[in-house]
């Protein structure tokens, strides 16, 4: 394999700046100098990324960046021994002792290994102390080469960690246990699983040694897993998961006493931790590893207690939201594809040409029309679909699995009486309170099996469902009739009007509940637009075109001005050119959320004006989602585009102004740091 460092990737004694960031840069550079990096930015953005997540600082006076980035062409160690040392976030000070880790997006999983056992020795303090006296930088390396080296004692440190003693240990602090040490288990874990989940294991394993405590550890990284033993998981008395991410296979654990806490403890206090599991195991009311499933229910109930009733509307409301806009995209591209194909007649002879034809038999208009009638039919079928999931899905929001059956009878009912999407919401909530209420009802045990499957769907669904025809179905219908018909003549400035009130909301929140409510209202409608109501379309086309302003502006403003934007801003504005193509919004919040106050507002106007523009040059859309890449679903183009250009220049000079000239604390960049090769 080639060789992990070399003396060309040494930096002795230098003083390579005063913040993490410095450093890093400069040793990304170095990366990049010796032909083991495509690029210094790439490296640097992700490297420094990492570093933002969680602090690489150790304790000993030591620091790890470290990262998998694309721009990385083989696995590499830079190391640095700083004249000046820089506080990299550990505990007991700054460090003087940088190493660079380096790896490939798909390194290999020997590679890995090797980089893991570098930082596993990193916390041995006689390699540290050869660090610090070495006199060149061939001595560096040679140290990191022996570390690395296969050895017999090296041999022995599987993935999992293991602290073991014997039984005449003696007793144990905190509580011994007379015939035989503590038992625990511990799982570790990083993002990037290189450093600090070896780092962890090794500490919290030198702790408990020390105890006398026989610690088991599984190490959940990159460069793979042993999984604990069950029987070893049984023994233990309890457990520590010291993890940034999601313990893999948690349920294993169920019902053993826990201690949990982020990857860097473990390297920092793993004594305490230790001692901290110890106690645990003597408390019979310590937190226990839940059953597999209940801890993300016992999550969902603490959260919906804590909940007043408009935060619960608005939950359940975009739960019904994100389920069905699914069925709305893929059923309103098909129906767009088959009006590209079979043309706007298609409407009336679509079944027909289903039933009766096929590609032997081929209806006049050939195999064009034949197509464009089965698209249009599976996107009319998938559309139909529309209202009783949303309604479905805002019951299930309220009710749960039982809420499902009577939320889709009720949003079938509103569909059939004319409701629409009013009416859906209405029997969504109706048919999921009902549901609740009925799950709360104290029954016998014999019947409690019953009740979810059968019982609370079939009293919510009569009830919800009967309301909706007996009562509310009819003057919701007429609601709805009304406010299509309203919608269908407007012109002129009350067009417009809308179309300015449609892009505020949709920049409002890039794809929070304003955003959504305004998408799900142009949905809603879509389907009910025709050659001689377009209406409904010019509505679909201004949250489209108004919601693909803010990123494309983002992206924009970034090129205009480059030095009022951080360099992870100016990577996340080559990403939001994309994004904002294709009518995702969110691509816009990376950068709204570092600075709201000015992102925002100036996304807003852009977005009114585009909103304003696109219904007064009467653009249509039939496709729900897609950005520019549905033109052929989009009628008036190129006034789309205009409109769409217009909204996203004036967004982006705003906010270049706003960045350049409101009262801002300035933007810390990147160039001002020299690259020493």
């Not at 040494?10 to 840069?25: A, K, M, T, Y």
């Not at 390396?141 to 080296?149: C, Q, S």
């Not at 599976?378 to 949303?390: D, E, N, Q, W």
């Not at 009114?608 to 520019?628: D, E, K, N, R, Y």
Request: hydrophobic fraction near 50%; proline fraction near 5%.
């Amino acid at each position: 394999m080639t060789q992990l460092i070399t003396a060309d990737l040494v930096e002795l004694d230098q003083n390579l700046g005063n913040s993490p960031e410095d450093v890093i840069r400069h040793l990304a550079g170095r990366v990049a100098a010796n032909g083991r990096a495509s690029e210094v930015e790439g490296l640097f953005t992700d490297a420094f990324a990492r570093e933002q997540k969680t602090a690489t600082g150790v304790p000993g006076g030591i620091a790890i960046p470290h990262c998998r980035s694309a721009a990385v062409t083989e696995p590499t160690l830079a190391m640095a021994r700083l004249s000046e040392p820089v506080d990299f976030g550990a505990k007991d000070g700054p460090a003087d002792l940088i190493f660079f880790i380096a790896a490939p997006a798909g390194a290999d999983q020997e590679h890995l290994k090797l980089l893991s056992k570098l930082a596993r020795s990193l916390i041995k303090k006689d390699f540290t102390g050869s660090l610090r006296a070495a006199t060149s930088r061939e001595e560096i390396v040679e140290l990191v080469d022996n570390a690395l080296a296969d050895k017999p004692a090296a041999a022995a440190a599987p993935e999992t960690a293991t602290a073991s003693t014997s039984a005449a240990a003696g007793a144990v602090a905190g509580g011994a246990v007379s015939g035989g040490p503590r038992r625990l288990v511990a799982v570790t874990a990083c993002p990037t699983g290189i450093a600090h989940t070896y780092m962890a294991a090794d500490s919290l394993v030198a702790a408990a040694k020390e105890v006398g405590v026989d610690l088991q550890v599984e190490t959940q990284g990159s460069s793979g897993a042993k999984p604990l033993d069950p029987a070893v998981i049984a023994a233990a008395d309890a457990v520590i998961f010291a993890v940034d991410v999601d313990v893999r296979g948690k349920e294993r654990f169920a019902g053993k006493p826990v201690i949990n806490a982020p990857v860097k403890r473990g390297i920092d206090e793993p004594a305490k931790m230790v001692q901290e599991a110890l106690d645990a195991a003597d408390n019979p009311h310590a937190r226990r590893v839940p059953h597999f499933g209940a801890e993300e229910q016992a999550e969902k109930e603490a959260a919906e207690k804590g909940e007043h009733i408009g935060q619960k509307l608005k939950r359940a409301l975009l739960t019904g939201v994100s389920y069905m806009i699914p069925f709305v995209a893929g059923g309103g591209l098909l129906i767009a594809l088959g009006f590209l194909l079979g043309g706007y007649d298609i409407t009336g002879v679509a079944d027909k040409v289903v039933v009766e034809n096929n590609f032997g038999n081929l209806p006049e208009g050939g195999l064009a029309i034949y197509l464009g009638a089965v698209m249009f039919k599976i996107g009319a079928l998938s559309m139909g679909f529309l209202v009783p999931a949303l309604a479905g899905y805002i019951a299930y929001a309220i009710a749960d699995r039982p809420g499902i059956a009577p939320g889709f009878v009720s949003g079938a009912v509103a569909g059939f009486m004319g409701a629409g999407f009013l009416g859906g919401i209405v029997g969504g909530l109706l048919a999921g309170y009902i549901a609740h209420l009925i799950g709360t009802w104290a029954v016998p045990r014999w019947l409690r099996g019953l009740m979810p499957v059968v019982i609370i769907p079939l009293l919510a669904s009569i009830v919800a469902s009967g309301l909706m025809f007996m009562v509310l179905g009819g003057p919701i219908a007429g609601l709805t009739a009304g406010l299509n018909a309203w919608l269908s003549g407007m012109t002129g400035a009350s067009a417009v009007v809308l179309g300015i009130i449609l892009g505020l909301m949709m920049c409002f929140d890039l794809g929070g509940p304003v955003n959504k409510v305004a998408y799900a209202f142009a949905v809603a409608g879509l389907s009910a637009g025709s050659a001689t109501n377009q209406a409904p379309w010019q509505i679909m086309a201004t949250v489209m075109a108004a919601g693909m302003v803010p990123p494309l502006a983002m992206a924009l403003a970034t090129v205009l001005d480059k030095k009022v934007f951080s360099l992870a801003e100016r990577e996340n504005g080559k990403a939001a050119w994309l994004l904002g193509a294709s009518f995702i919004s969110e691509g816009a919040i990376p950068f709204a959320a570092a600075d709201p106050l000015r992102v925002i507002p100036a996304s807003m106007v852009g977005g009114a004006v585009t909103g304003a523009l696109t219904m007064a040059f009467g653009v249509t859309s039939q496709a729900p989602h897609g950005g520019i890449f549905v033109f052929f679903a989009i009628g008036n183009v190129l006034m789309f585009i205009v409109s769409i250009l217009a909204g996203t220049v004036i967004t982006a000079v705003i906010v270049v102004a706003l960045k350049r000239w409101a009262a801002r604390k300035a933007v810390d960049t990147v160039e001002s740091v020299p690259v020493t090769v």
